[in-house]
C-alpha cells in the first residue's frame, strides 16, 4: 500500500548512531533530576556560546520584535515568499563565509542558494549533480546523517573512499583511485566526491595535499567536488582551515572547466549553534545548479522571520568576531578537557584541531577486533557506563574500535562526570572486575553525591566557569583533579 521509499530502511534510522540517540532519550541524564542517566556524547551540537548570542539579543531588542528603526516589519516579513530569499540576508551570510576564512576569499551572494539546514542543501545540490543510480565518492569515517542526506531520497549510491588509521584516516589518490574503480566494477557512474572540512567525525581540517589530490582527481575524472565545510568555524588550533575555493583558487583555477564543479556545504548549526533555525546554503559557480537549487529550495526554505534577524545579527562585524574567537577558545578548552581525561584513563584518540568531537581509539578495549566486539563495547558504554557516544561503525569507519565522543553539547561538569565515568569503567575493566562487578547505578549514585554542591550545576551556571568576568579576567576552574595538558598524541 505503501511508496517503496517509505517502506525501504535506507534511511539509515537503524543503524547504532540513531539507536544510541533513541536510547538517551528514555534515560537523560541531569545532574539534579537523573544524575545516573545517560550522558549524550553523540550529538554534535554548540552550545558553549549561547550566551554570546544571547546577549547580543538583548542589545538588539528589534530584531526579535521585528522591528527596524522602531517599525514593524512584520506585515513584510509575513509576506515574503521568494526562494530567492532576502538579499540582505545572503549578503551578510557571504561576509561570514569570508570572516571565516581570514577574508583570503570573496564570495558572490548570487552564488549563494538557502536551504534549511545543510541536511536540505546536500540533498538539493545531490539531486542537482546526480541521477538515481548514479555514485558518489565519500571518504570514510563520514558524518551518519550522509546515508540518509545523499541517497534516501535521491536515489544515488555512495562509494566509500577507505581511508586509515595508518596514515590519520588521511585521504589519498590510491584511495581515491582504488573507490572509482570499485564504482566503475559496480557499474555505477561516478559523479562527484563529497568530503566533510572540517571532518566529522575525525574533527581535522585537510591539509593543502589532501585539497590538492582532490582536486586534480576531479579534474581528471571530469567529476565533482562537495566540500561540506559546516564546521568551518570551530577550528581551535593550528593548522589553519584551506576552503577548497581557496585551494582552486591558490592554483588559479578560476578559469578551468574544473572551477564549475566544485560546490561548498554551509550552515549555521554548528559555527553559530543554531541548528535548530534551519540555515544552510550551497554555494556554487555553476549557473545552472545555482538556478535548478533555487527552485528546488521551494521545498526547505528559511523562514523569512529567521532571515531577518540572523541578517542583523551577523551585520554586526564587531559580534561575529568576537564570537568567533571566543567560541573558539572554548571549544579548545573543552577538548584539551575530554582528552586529559582519556589520556588519564589510557585512551587514545585522533589529534585534531577543530569540531566539537573528538575521534577516540578505543581498540585496547575490545574482546577482538570485529565490529561485533565493537558493539558489545558500545552497548557497554551506552547501558553500564550511561554514555551515548558514536560507534565507528555507524560513520562506515573499515577498523573497529573507534568512536565518535562529542564534547560540546554539555555543560563542564557534566562533561567531568563523563570523564570520570570512562575513567572507572577503564580502571574497573583492567582490574579484570568487569564492568559488572561494581553496579552503574551504585556507582553512578555515590559520584553524583560527591560530585553534589561543588560540581553539579546547570549548564548556563557552569558554563560561566569558562566564560569571561565583564571585567575582562577569567575563570578557570581545576578540572576534576586531573592536570590540564595541551594535546599532544599523534595521528596514529
Ligand atoms: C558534516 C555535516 N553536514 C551536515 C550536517 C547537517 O547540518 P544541519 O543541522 O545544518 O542540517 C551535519 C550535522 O551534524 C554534519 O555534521
Known amino acids: 500500500m505503501l511508496s517503496t521509499k517509505a517502506s525501504c530502511n535506507s534511511h539509515g534510522q537503524d543503524s547504532s548512531y540513531f539507536l544510541g540517540l533513541q536510547v538517551y532519550e528514555k534515560n537523560p541524564f541531569d545532574e539534579t533530576v537523573n544524575p545516573t542517566g545517560i550522558v549524550q556524547m553523540g550529538l554534535a551540537e554548540n552550545q558553549l556560546s549561547f550566551d554570546l548570542v544571547e546577549s547580543w539579543l538583548r542589545k538588539n531588542p528589534d530584531s526579535m520584535g521585528l522591528k527596524k528603526d522602531g517599525e514593524s516589519v512584520f506585515r513584510e516579513l509575513a509576506l515574503f515568499q521568494d526562494y530567492h530569499g532576502l538579499a540582505s540576508f545572503k549578503n551578510e551570510l557571504v561576509e561570514y563565509m569570508a570572516q571565516i576564512r581570514g577574508n583570503k576569499v570573496k564570495f558572490d551572494p548570487n552564488n549563494l542558494v538557502l536551504a534549511a539546514g545543510a541536511t536540505s542543501a546536500n540533498e538539493t545540490l545531490i539531486f542537482c549533480l546526480a541521477d538515481p543510480g548514479e555514485a558518489i565518492l565519500l571518504p570514510t569515517p563520514y558524518y551518519p546523517g550522509f546515508d540518509r542526506d545523499l541517497k534516501w531520497r535521491t536515489g544515488v549510491e555512495i562509494v566509500p573512499v577507505h581511508c586509515l588509521s595508518s596514515n590519520g584516516f588521511r585521504i589519498t589518490m590510491s584511495a581515491l583511485e582504488d573507490a572509482y574503480q570499485r564504482a566503475q566494477k559496480l557499474n555505477l557512474k561516478v559523479k562527484g566526491v563529497l568530503i566533510t572540512n572540517p571532518s566529522n567525525p575525525l574533527g581535522t581540517t585537510m591539509t593543502r595535499d589532501e585539497l590538492n589530490h582532490l582536486i586534480t582527481f576531479a579534474m581528471a575524472r571530469n567529476i565533482h567536488v562537495i566540500s561540506d565545510e559546516v564546521f568551518s568555524g570551530t577550528v581551535f588550533d593550528s593548522p589553519g582551515f584551506i576552503s577548497i575555493i581557496e585551494a582552486a583558487m591558490d592554483r588559479n583555477l578560476e578559469k578551468k572547466d574544473v572551477w564549475s564543479r566544485i560546490h561548498i556545504i554551509y550552515s549555521l548549526s554548528k559555527d553559530l549553534g543554531l541548528p535548530g533555525f534551519r540555515v544552510g546554503m550551497i554555494y556554487s559557480s555553476n549557473k545552472t545548479v545555482v538556478s535548478a537549487a533555487t527552485k528546488m529550495s521551494s521545498f526547505g ?62 581498540r585496547h578495549l575490545l574482546s577482538s577486533n570485529t565490529f561485533e566486539a565493537e558493539t558489545e563495547l558500545w552497548k557497554k558504554i551506552l547501558f553500564e557506563v550511561g554514555l551515548n557516544i558514536s560507534p565507528g561503525a555507524s560513520c562506515h569507519c573499515t577498523e573497529p574500535g573507534w568512536f565518535r565522543v562529542c564534547f560540546a553539547n554539555m555543560s563542564q561538569a557534566t562533561l567531568r562526570i563523563a570523564v570520570r565515568r570512562i575513567k572507572d569503567f577503564v580502571d574497573r575493566s583492567s582490574c579484570g572486575g568487569g564492568i559488572g562487578k ?50 599532544t598524541c599523534k595521528r596514529v
Not at 531577518?308 to 577558545?329: D, E, H, I
Not at 571549544?331 to 585522533?350: A, C, D, F, P
Not at 557552569?462 to 577569567?474: C, I, K, V, W
Open 301 to 362: 526554505l528559511v523562514s523569512s522571520q529567521t532571515q531577518y534577524l540572523l541578517s542583523n545579527m551577523l551585520a554586526n562585524k564587531k559580534f561575529t568576531s568576537k564570537y568567533m574567537k571566543k567560541n573558539q577558545k572554548r571549544l579548545k578548552k573543552r577538548k584539551e578537557m575530554l582528552v586529559s581525561g582519556l589520556k588519564k584513563s589510557g585512551i587514545g584518540y585522533l589529534k585534531g584541531n577543530a569540531g566539537l568531537f573528538c575521534w577516540v581509539d578505543m
Open 438 to 487: 561494581i553496579s552503574y547505578q551504585q556507582n553512578m549514585s555515590s559520584l553524583s553525591r560527591n560530585l553534589h554542591g561543588s560540581m553539579v550545576r546547570k549548564l548556563t551556571s557552569s558554563d560561566r566557569d569558562e566564560q569571561e568576568h565583564a571585567d575582562g579576567t577569567q575563570s578557570n576552574i581545576p578540572f576534576g583533579g586531573f592536570t590540564k595538558k595541551v594535546e
